[in-house]
T-cell receptor
Framework: QKEVEQNSGPLSVPEGAIASLNCTYS??????FFWYRQYSGKSPELIMS??SNGDKEDGRFTAQLNKASQYVSLLIRDSQPSDSATYLC????????????WGLGTSLAVNP | DTGVSQDPRHKITKRGQNVTFRCDPI?????LYWYRQTLGQGPEFLTY????????KSRLLSDRFSAERPKGSFSTLEIQRTEQGDSAMYLC??????????FGPGTRLLVL
């Protein structure tokens, strides 16, 4: 089992719909969680960080963390074609908080 | 622009040549990371510095790879005797303590 798992996609949603991206992690004591967006040929850019159970909202983006179930999700409301990208989940593991553990990313396509 | 810069942005070299990449992190960031990323994959950890000390190095990093951060500011990544399999995007990221990690634009390497 990989430490951080994401469905590779592609996830395809129509413009204006809600896109739901999921990530599971294996280390139960992981402490902090990040979603990055990466456009083709570009470097990852931070979308959201979340540290405690529950929801965190920022504009059209909502991150949801459930430590008991060991998953973190990202919801994108009112999806736009410009949201089409790969979304990377990264986890900071307790006891080794110096580096992030990365998923392989989920490709999202928002169709006009 | 995250404030992390990398140079060069693109490098084409012939197999067997040496290449060196530079990363300038955000000035107050004490932690610096190098990653390698190939198409369809998440960032692959190479090495990590805290200030000038190289604290962790991936087993994936062969003896042909070396990294330095001589004064705890900028860092260099050198690849000796390049091979075609070294073709990838090389990403640098920095963070202050356990705060968010910010990426530079990356250096895209093509080994012919």
């Amino acid at each position: 089992q990989k430490e951080v798992e994401q469905n590779s996609g592609p996830l395809s949603v129509p413009e204006g719909a809600i896109a739901s991206l999921n990530c599971t992690y294996s280390d139960r004591v992981s402490q902090s969680f990040f979603w990055y967006r990466q456009y083709s040929g570009k470097s990852p850019e931070l979308i959201m960080s979340i540290y405690s159970n529950g929801d965190k909202e920022d504009g059209r983006f909502t991150a949801q963390l459930n430590k008991a179930s060991q998953y973190v999700s990202l919801l994108i409301r009112d999806s736009q074609p410009s949201d089409s990208a790969t979304y990377l989940c990264a986890v900071n593991r307790a006891g080794n908080n110096r580096k992030l553990i990365w998923g392989l990313g989920t490709s999202l396509a928002v169709n006009p | 622009d995250t404030g992390v810069s990398q140079d060069p942005r693109h490098k084409i070299t012939k197999r067997g040549q040496n290449v060196t990449f530079r990363c300038d992190p955000i000035s107050e960031h004490n932690r610096l990371y190098w990653y390698r990323q190939t198409l369809g994959q998440g960032p692959e950890f190479l090495t990590y510095f805290q200030n000038e000390a190289q604290l962790e190095k991936s087993r994936l990093l062969s003896d042909r790879f070396s990294a330095e951060r001589p004064k705890g500011s900028f860092s260099t990544l050198e690849i000796q005797r390049t091979e075609q399999g070294d073709s990838a995007m090389y990403l640098c990221a920095s963070r202050r303590g356990e705060e968010t990690q910010y990426f530079g634009p990356g250096t895209r390497l093509l080994v012919l």
